[in-house]
């Protein structure tokens, strides 16, 4: 007889790994034990030598779908003779970090029992098992147990409490656990925020959607509003409502079969889509999809989603009609989730509420993402991913905060060889938004007691992340610039460890010399970049005004070509073009730019595609799909100078593109020959790079490795030159990364000063 004590570390509590200890002990006829501690699960099993390994191949091997195991180790323990197998209560007191499993989509055993009449859980729209339901949002508190959630209000019945403490249910310890006895209920309320009578909430939320009526639906990290995804007019008036004019809406369908009716999709986006995060996965619309134009103009894809919840299960089997679901927000503030807020808030958009009486913890937007070119490049790291721990290629010397950006807001809490990477925040310029940045550093830091002894912030002095990092007291603070931010988010994602070239694009980034970076060529590590390259700078007449109106940067790229060429745009003003010249010729209200974001703006108005944008890069998500599927080889010149960091000279290529406007050529070809000359900018300057620096690891960052055609045709041309690429997968490519970046210069920096 032996005897092992082992410790698996990872995902592994909440997720139904104890009773699968039991269930596998019992099998082999092994005695001893299985316990949660901090962080880990703890087993003492005793058997034969034989038997002991054939345990421990099976504990990973069939670990339960949601556990993640990152470490097993095991030690040998003298011989107790324990008799059988039990779950001892768990040891968990200590500060240590507890990984939180997040939310987690409805499982096949629990939709079963949901859709079956002889259940006694039939159609309970708060359903759950281990193996799924509500987690990160409805936690207060560590450790993870039923009083430290939001279902402490809810005493179990005893046919709840019985399943609860059977090891061998598949509710065991499952915390969420309820029935239509004992668990929360489902309401409907007008307007106003009245009871609805007393019919069955869900079939009378179903009329008033089949009727065209806007609702909104509680879910897991706050409201949705929704309607019927085939209704112009209802999806018009929500739009209006919401004062949400041209952003996509994402829109939810039964399942796989669904969904296939609206978009064309392969295994692999089908494999996303049904994934237990369920995101909303960007995938190419049908060109007779059964949708109302309105839900993404002017664009070829879309966002779809599973049901996720319980409630999202019962609505969508019962209306059989694909539904908008969009965030319940009012234009670009935050996503509503307290119960009185979001009546308040929601008011005069929702026709009627579909609501319950479980508390959401924390608002939790869903996840986006989608599929490039076989890989996956997510969009925005939030609902079912948040807060899983990324493992960052080595330690964090002292414990970190990270604060982000100021747009599509995501902080990172390091401790170890963990980054904690927040949901999505969202962009900071409101003052909703701000508190909430607050509110969600402080529930993190509760939750995985860390007490962060290094702030990093962006270099920005006006982002209100810099803000709060400046008006936190105590910990030491370092400034990180925002493109060298990217390129490490996308190198400790791989876990690279060495220097590279890192081509970043984006929109705007403050520069170290004040300007506003965003096409940058950096080499170099973790604690030290240097500028290789970047694009030419470019005056932006009149500063943030040029972002919202790409015709300003037309104007100003086209001055600077020396192109006098006006382009036909009716909808601006002649007075205001002829203002915008003077600002440029005089240099006053122009800082200057590198970005690349900048450019595909400029490229998209001489092109005539679009002169003002509703969000942001809507006029290169144009572009882009003028320049998908158009057969055409031809790209624009452009130049390399010399200097200090090189400078690609974009002259040459606004003037030949401007030319091709002229001459009447087809916009989408000018689209793809644009689009072509970028990827080949990237290729050229990072051939250079390679040959110079010696480097043949190449990182791609930025919100303009969104765009398929650069992202995917850039990797392949580097790749086709021998040199190693990383784009961004499981961490945004966009300011959503930065987080990450940030964290992982400040470690290598922390570690640096301290060796
Ligand atoms: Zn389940
Ligand atoms: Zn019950
Ligand atoms: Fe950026």
Not at 256 to 263: F, G, P, T
Not at 303 to 313: F, S
Not at 499 to 523: C, K, M, N, R
Not at 700 to 714: C, D, K, P, Q, R
Request: proline content about 6%; hydrophobic content about 45%; some cysteine.
């Amino acid at each position: 007889m032996e005897r092992r004590a082992i410790q698996v570390r990872g995902i592994v509590q909440g997720v139904g790994f104890r009773p699968f200890v039991h269930r596998l002990a019992a099998r082999y006829g092994l005695s001893g034990f299985v316990r949660n501690e901090a962080g880990a699960v703890a087993i003492e099993v005793e058997g034969d030598n034989q038997t002991l390994d054939r345990f421990q191949a099976d504990v990973r091997r069939h670990a339960p779908p949601l556990a993640q195991i990152e470490e097993l180790r095991w030690e040998p323990r003298p011989a107790r003779g324990d008799a059988g197998f039990r779950i001892e209560p768990s040891s968990i007191d200590s500060a240590e970090t507890i990984r939180h499993a997040p939310d987690i989509a409805v499982c096949d055993d629990c939709l079963r029992e949901l859709f079956d009449p002889f259940d006694r859980r039939y159609e309970h729209a708060f359903i759950s098992c281990t193996n799924c339901g509500p987690r990160f949002t409805i936690i207060k508190a560590a450790p993870y147990d039923r009083a430290r959630t939001t279902m402490a209000s809810f005493p179990m019945c005893p046919l709840c409490s019985a399943e609860y403490h059977d090891p061998a249910n598949r509710r065991y310890h499952a915390e969420p656990i309820s029935c239509p006895a004992c668990g929360p209920r489902l309401a409907l309320l007008d307007a106003l925020g009245a009871p609805l009578g007393d019919r069955d909430p869900v079939a009378a939320a179903v009329d008033a959607l089949r009727s065209g009526r806007i609702g909104a639906v509680k879910g897991l990290g706050g409201y949705h509003l929704a309607c019927l995804a085939s209704e112009d007019s209802a999806v018009r008036e929500l739009r209006r409502r919401k004062a949400r004019d041209e952003k996509p809406l994402a829109v939810m369908v039964a399942d796989i079969a669904a969904a296939r009716e609206l978009a064309v999709f392969d295994e692999r986006e089908a494999a996303l889509l049904a994934s237990p995060a369920r995101p909303i996965v960007v995938v190419r619309r049908r060109e007779r999809a059964p949708l109302a134009e309105s839900i993404s103009p002017a664009n070829r894809t879309v966002g779809l989603m599973l049901p996720y919840t319980p409630l999202h299960h019962l609505l969508l089997r019962s209306i059989a009609a694909p539904l908008v679901m969009t965030s319940g927000n009012r234009s670009d503030e935050p996503i509503a989730y307290a119960d009185a807020d979001a009546l308040e808030r929601l008011s005069g958009i929702a026709d009627f509420f579909l609501v319950h009486d479980r508390p959401i913890e924390i608002r939790c937007d869903d996840s986006v993402t989608r599929m490039l070119d076989g890989k996956e490049a997510t969009i925005r790291r939030s609902r079912g991913l948040a807060p899983l721990p990324i493992r960052l290629p080595f330690s964090c010397p002292r414990p970190i905060l990270a604060l982000g950006g100021q747009f599509k807001s995501a902080f990172a809490l390091g401790r170890n060889r963990s980054a904690i990477v927040s949901h999505h925040i969202g962009d900071l310029d409101h003052y909703e938004a701000e508190r909430s940045l607050a509110d969600a550093i402080a529930h993190y830091e509760r939750l995985f007691g860390i007490s962060p002894d290094i702030l990093v912030h962006d270099l920005h002095p006006d982002y209100s992340s810099t803000r709060y990092a400046l008006n936190r007291l105590g910990p030491t603070r370092m400034a990180v610039q925002h493109h060298a931010a990217h390129a490490a988010s996308c190198m400790a994602e791989h876990g690279l460890n060495q220097p590279v070239i890192a081509v970043v694009f984006d929109g705007t980034g403050y520069g170290l010399d004040g300007a506003v970076w965003g096409g940058e060529f950096l080499v170099g590590d973790y604690a030290s970049f240097r500028r290789f390259a970047h694009l030419r700078y470019v005056p932006m007449p009149g500063g943030e005004q040029a972002i919202k109106e790409p015709w300003r940067m037309a104007l100003a790229h086209l001055a600077d070509a020396g192109r006098l060429f006006s382009p036909s745009w009716s909808e601006v003003p002649q007075s205001a073009q002829r203002f915008v010249l003077r600002l440029l010729e005089r240099g006053f209200a122009a800082p200057v730019t590198s970005s690349a974001g900048r450019l595909f703006d400029a490229a998209a108005a001489i092109a005539g595609v679009r002169t003002r944008v509703g969000f942001e890069a809507q006029a290169a998500i144009e572009l882009e799909a003028m320049a998908c599927d158009t057969p055409e080889a031809g790209a624009y010149p452009f130049e390399i100078v010399p200097g200090a960091s090189l400078v690609v000279d974009t002259r040459p290529l606004i003037a030949a593109l401007a030319r091709d406007v002229e001459r009447n050529i087809e916009t989408r070809i000018v689209a793809r020959r644009f689009h072509t000359t970028i990827v080949e900018i990237i290729a050229e300057v990072c051939l250079i790079a390679a040959e110079t620096a010696g480097r043949d690891v190449v990182v791609l960052s930025g919100g303009v490795f969104m765009n398929a055609i650069i992202a995917t045709e850039a990797e392949a041309r580097l790749r086709a030159a021998g040199l190693r690429v990383f784009r961004n997968q499981v961490i945004p490519a966009n300011d959503g990364g930065l987080c990450l970046g940030q964290l992982a210069i400040a470690a290598a920096c922390a570690a640096t000063v301290e060796s």
